[in-house]
């Protein structure tokens, strides 16, 4: 009996002794790895919360845009320029400026694509029941080689005449007529109407569609 209660003490005391090593180990251990989740809830709750607000800039900024074509209409020129700017900023373009006005060299926006390449864009705030010319493409085109620009955009209220859309075809140039304003202004990038330039505009439907709407 003594000696069972011997072993016993024994183990006993070597257990005391086992856990009084390793337990600050083991406390270490326990601390570092609650540290470890605690940072990688935080990093992960940050990340969805930046992630939401992101989103919800987006949205706000989408809704902040959208203005009716008949509001657009009742814009001045400046104040169109101002929305085609500001629409520029939405899709991520940087470095961009309105420069319309006398002397503005053909021009009425300038800045960055997302990409990095330079964009100078005309605005023609004009009636519906307007056309516009080659030659004020040919004027936009010159504006492109005065500011050295990679891309250049003619932005309207209006539709492009047949030669004024094949001349922006053969030039690179991209058209955004008033159906694709409409587009654009509702969220669509900037950048994704190039692969819609030249179309929309073209075939019987819609021409009666577009008399019948405004007069001609």
């Known amino acids: ?29 326990l601390l570092v790895g609650g540290v470890a989740a ?3 809830w935080l990093w992960r709750t940050d990340r969805l919360v930046r992630g939401r607000d992101r989103l ?5 900024a989408v809704r902040a845009g959208r203005r009716t074509l008949a509001e657009v209409d009742a814009m001045t020129g400046t104040e169109f320029e101002d929305l085609v700017a500001s629409l520029c900023r939405r899709d991520g373009c940087t470095d961009v400026r309105r420069v319309g006005g006398a ?20 605005c023609k705030r004009y009636a519906p029941t307007s056309t516009i010319a080659s030659r004020e493409l040919r004027d936009l085109l010159g504006a492109k080689v005065h500011f ?9 209220t209006t539709r492009f005449s047949r ?4 001349f922006a075809l053969q030039h690179g140039i991209l058209a955004v007529h008033r159906d694709h304003l409409g587009l ?12 819609v ?7 019987s439907r819609h021409r009666a569609r577009w008399k019948q709407a405004y007069g001609k």
């Open 148 to 156: 050295g620009a990679d891309l250049a955009v003619f932005v309207t």
């Open 38 to 40: 605690t940072g990688w």
């Open 1 to 29: 009996m003594k000696s069972a209660a011997a072993v016993g003490g024994l183990t006993l005391l070597l257990l005391v002794v086992f856990w009084s090593v390793v337990w600050p180990y083991v406390t270490g251990a």
């Open 163 to 166: 030669p004024s859309e094949r």
């Open 56 to 60: 919800w800039r987006q949205e706000e």
């Open 197 to 203: 330039n030249g179309r929309g505009q073209g075939d």
């Open 103 to 122: 002397n503005d060299n053909g021009a009425d926006v300038v800045g960055r694509l997302p990409d990095g390449r330079s964009v100078v864009i005309q």
């Open 184 to 195: 654009w202004n509702n969220g669509a990038s900037l950048l994704s109407l190039s692969e």
